[in-house]
């Protein structure tokens, strides 16, 4: 019987909810907001490491220094504000609203760090100076290396400062030393710039990038820190205002709806999505031994930075395009409010209830 009265009051609240204008205009401008926090998480290591050009291990470690702890202050401070100044429903909103624009105006500088690919032969440059590459996923061979399988990875750096994917693809024919000291000689294809015999060497791993590229780099980690400083001085508002706008019966199960919904449409379709628009970048795919395609080796970063950017800010300043219209039906709201707690108290003056005006100023 009890279980019965729980369904029969269920339906009613959920109606109560999805009905609620200012509650589905949070959800969605939170959707959208979330949906750009998991983007930009769950590919900034990736990102940093194709346009900066820095290990793996170090991008992740140095992201994690210099994230956490503004994390930790922003949120910190986000509680101390609201205590400080004692912000209800309207001054929660614009408190959300000033950070999450502001975060947003940290980004767009980093349309402006950015790297040229380096020089990959048969890729992102010919193997002769005097050659244009017309079909990049069709020149990886050429006569000075045919024969080379297409699968292989092994970077290597030639003295031309051209990058080939593997020491046979620079035609080299001989090998001085042993692991990370090896150096490749007698390198036909790096012969093909109008180097001579004796200066067709390679060694191994990539060229290095410009010396601004690590300048670059730490300059994109330290707007990072201060974007995810400014962002997390709102966190404290966000939870209170989901908890705010909705009747006090229904607090928990508005919370329980809220969460789900953030989690089913904005923590997993995006990183899906997302990672399929980066596979347009790919400029070079491995390859497995069966033949099958294998991880992206290389992208275009160029076209990388704007898809990653371009789709972070855009998701974000839609959300907070809708944050600010939720921000001003917040203000008629608390307006609203006062007007008829005005009229109580000029009726029923001993009704006046002095904590429910600060929670709503």
């Not at 990959?120 to 996923?137: H, L, W």
């Not at 020491?167 to 093909?192: K, V, Y």
Request: glycine share 8%; aromatic share 12%; hydrophobic share 40%.
């Amino acid at each position: 019987m009890c279980d019965l009265k729980l369904l029969l009051n269920f339906w009613p609240s959920i109606k109560h909810l999805f009905t609620s204008g200012i509650y589905i205009l949070h959800l969605i401008c939170s959707v959208l907001a979330f949906n750009a926090f998991v983007i930009s998480i769950t590919y900034t290591p990736k990102y940093l490491e194709q346009q900066f050009g820095q290990s793996a291990s170090k991008t992740n470690f140095l992201i994690g220094v210099m994230s956490i702890p503004p994390l930790v202050l922003g949120m910190f401070l986000s509680g101390w504000i609201m205590k400080r100044f004692k912000l209800g429903l309207l001054g929660s909103a614009r408190l959300m609203f000033f950070t999450s624009v502001t975060s947003l105006v940290c980004i767009i500088p980093y349309f402006a760090l950015s790297c040229e690919n380096i020089d990959v032969a048969g890729i992102t440059v010919p193997y002769q100076r005097t050659f244009e590459v017309q079909d990049v996923s069709h020149d990886l061979l050429t006569s000075c290396n045919a024969g080379c399988p297409d699968f292989l990875w092994d970077p290597v750096c030639g003295q031309n400062g051209v990058t080939y994917i593997s020491p046979c693809h620079a035609g080299c024919n001989s090998t001085l030393g042993t692991r990370q000291n090896m150096t490749f000689h007698g390198c036909t294809c790096i012969q093909s710039w109008g180097l001579t015999s004796g200066n067709s060497s390679a060694v191994l791993g990539q060229c290095s990038r410009e010396s601004s590229c690590t300048k670059m780099f730490y300059i994109y980690l330290a707007l990072q820190s201060l974007a995810f400083f400014v962002y997390c001085l709102g966190t404290v508002p966000f939870f209170l205002i989901s908890l705010r706008i909705v009747d006090p019966m229904l607090k928990s199960l508005s919370m329980g709806i809220f969460l789900l919904v953030l989690r089913v449409f904005g923590g997993i379709p995006a990183p899906i999505c997302f990672g399929a628009l980066i596979d347009t970048t790919c400029l070079k795919w491995g390859q497995n031994k069966s033949g099958e395609r294998g991880a992206c080796r290389m992208y275009d970063i160029e076209t990388f930075r704007y898809l990653f950017l371009g789709l972070v800010s855009s998701l974000q300043a839609f959300s907070y395009t809708l944050l600010w219209i939720f921000t001003t039906q917040i203000k008629k709201k608390v307006q609203y409010d006062e007007k008829m707690s005005k009229d109580i108290e000029l009726q029923y003056p001993m009704l006046r209830d002095p904590e429910q005006e600060n929670n709503i100023k």
